[in-house]
C-alpha cells in the first residue's frame, strides 16, 4: 500500500475535484466507507505519536516523516470513501456458486440478481461426482486397504445412487441427461467394485475417470453456455434500460475467492457487454479475502481510478517510465516490481564476484 502512495501526495484533493460524479449517496454511506478503508488509521497514529515523544533525535526525526505520510493516508481515504460513494453506475458480481449474484448500483436504484438457472448447477453436481470419490480417498492412499474410508464412500455412494434414479425426473433433459446418467452410473459400479474388494490403486480410479471424461467435457460445455447466454441477456437488458451514454460510464468489479481465476464467466461476459473503448479501464476483477463484500469491491475501484488519474499527474519524466510506473499504480503489477527485479540482478552479479 505505501509503495502506491508514497509520490502522490499533494495530488490527492485535487484528483476528487477533476472527474465528475453523481451526488447520489448520502453523508452517512459516505462515512460508512470512509470507516472500512481507514480503519487503521488511529492505531497508526498512535503508534507514530508516540514514537514522537521518545528516543533520540533520530527517532523522533524519523517520527515526523512518518507522521506527514500518516496524514496523507487521511487524506488519501478521505478522497477514496468520497469515490467510492459516489461511483455511479456500477455492476458489482459475487460469487455464489451458482453462476453469480449481480448487484446494480444505477442512481437510486438497486437490484440484486441471481440469472443463472438451476440447470447449471445440476450439470456441475454431477460432475463433481469423480471429485467426490478422490477427496475420500485421496487420504488414503498410503494405506489403500485401510477400512478408514469406506463408511464415507459408502456414504457418498448412496447419496449418488439417489441421483441417478431420480435423474430423468431432474431439470436435465436430452444429451446432458444422458451425459449425466454415464458419469453417475460409472460413478456407482467404481464404488461397489472398490467397497466389495477393500481396496483400491490409482489405476482403477484413472480408467474409472477416462471412461467418464468425454461426459464432464460436455457437462461443463452445457453448464458455461448456459450460464453465459443467461448473464449475457442480463445485462443486455440492464443496458438498454439505461441506454448508450449511462451505460458507458459504467464501471464493473467481479469478485473471485480465487486470486488467480482472473478470466472467469461472469468477468468475460461483462467485457463482452461493457463499451469496448472503456472496458480495459472500467473493469476489475477483485480476489482474496474480499468475499461476498460489495462496499470493498467498489472500494478497490474508487481505489483504481485515484491511484490512475494521480499517477498521471505525479509521474512526468522520461515517457518509457512514465508509462511504467503510471500503469503499475492500477495494474496487477507492483510499483515496486521493476526496482525489485534491478536490484536481485545487482545482487545476482555482486555474488558472482569472486
Keep these: 500500500m505505501a509503495s502506491r502512495i508514497f509520490l502522490i501526495v499533494v495530488f490527492l484533493q485535487c484528483v476528487s475535484s477533476t472527474e465528475s460524479v453523481a451526488q447520489t449517496e448520502t453523508a452517512a454511506q459516505t462515512e460508512t466507507v470512509r470507516e472500512r ?22 527517532q523522533q526525526s524519523n517520527a515526523r516523516i512518518r507522521r506527514m505520510n500518516r496524514t496523507m493516508r487521511e487524506y488519501y481515504s478521505r478522497t477514496l470513501a468520497d469515490r467510492a460513494a459516489h461511483l455511479d453506475p456500477v455492476i458489482v458480481v459475487q460469487f455464489d456458486g451458482e453462476g453469480g449474484t449481480f448487484n446494480l448500483r444505477d442512481g437510486k436504484r438497486r437490484v440484486t440478481v441471481q440469472p443463472v438457472p438451476e440447470t447449471y448447477e445440476l450439470a456441475k453436481d454431477v460432475a463433481h461426482a469423480p471429485l467426490g470419490i478422490y477427496v475420500i480417498l485421496s487420504p488414503w492412499l498410503a494405506t489403500p486397504h485401510s477400512t478408514g474410508w469406506h463408511a464415507d464412500l459408502k456414504k457418498f455412494g448412496q447419496s449418488i445412487t439417489d441421483s441417478l434414479e431420480h435423474l430423468d425426473d431432474s431439470g436435465l433433459t436430452g444429451e446432458e441427461r444422458e451425459h449425466a446418467r454415464t458419469i453417475l452410473t460409472e460413478s456407482v459400479n467404481f464404488v461397489d467394485v472398490t467397497l466389495d474388494a477393500g481396496g483400491f490403486t490409482l489405476d482403477e480410479y484413472r480408467a474409472y475417470a477416462a ?91 474508487a481505489r483504481l ?50
Excluded: N
Design 37 to 58: 478503508i481507514a480503519g487503521d488509521s488511529q492505531s497508526l497514529q498512535e503508534a507514530v505519536e508516540g514514537a514522537a515523544t521518545a528516543g533520540g533525535l533520530e
Design 211 to 301: 471412461r467418464i471424461f468425454p461426459s464432464i467435457v460436455a457437462l461443463r460445455y452445457f453448464a458455461t453456455s448456459v450460464q453465459v447466454r443467461s448473464t449475457v441477456a442480463l445485462l443486455e437488458k440492464w443496458r438498454d434500460e439505461m441506454g448508450p451514454e449511462r451505460w458507458r460510464e459504467l464501471s464493473a468489479a467481479v469478485i473471485s475467492p480465487h486470486t488467480l481465476s482472473i478470466e472467469t464467466p461472469s468477468y468475460q461476459c461483462l467485457r463482452f457487454v461493457m463499451d469496448p473503448q472503456r472496458v480495459e479501464d472500467r473493469l476489475i476483477h477483485v480476489g482474496g479475502d474480499y468475499g461476498k463484500d460489495v462496499d470493498r469491491a467498489i472500494s478497490v475501484l
Design 305 to 354: 481510478y485515484t491511484d490512475r488519474l494521480a499517477a498521471r499527474l505525479a509521474f512526468q519524466g522520461e515517457p518509457h517510465r512514465v508509462h511504467e510506473m503510471a500503469g503499475a499504480m492500477s495494474s496487477k503489477r507492483d510499483l515496486m516490481a521493476d526496482p525489485a527485479a534491478s536490484v536481485l540482478r545487482t545482487l545476482t552479479k555482486e555474488r558472482e564476484k569472486p
